[in-house]
């Protein structure tokens, strides 16, 4: 039994690992630039910019990080 959750254990080891090494290498294009999205909701927070275009990338790149869309937030944001 002892060694049954030791395999379980070193097997859910190695997997976490895999997965968060590949996340770390960067699975997104950074190339690709973010355009804005239609119909992404009313999501709004005021932030210190005069351009009305930065205050909606801002907007949708919330929006999308409450949306688990985190590649995407991260273009919006940027």
């Not at 992404?40 to 790149?61: C, K, N, V």
Request: include cysteine; charged fraction near 20%; proline fraction near 3%.
């Amino acid at each position: 039994m002892r060694n049954r959750w030791a395999i379980c254990l070193l097997g859910s080891v190695i997997f976490c690992a895999g997965a968060a090494a590949q996340n770390m290498h960067g699975t997104t294009d950074e190339s690709k630039a973010a355009r804005l999205l239609e119909g992404m909701g009313s999501l709004h927070h005021p932030i210190s910019t005069s351009s009305p275009e930065a205050q909606r990338y801002f907007d949708q790149g919330l929006t999308l990080v409450y949306a688990f869309n985190h590649d995407e937030a991260v273009r919006s944001f940027r």
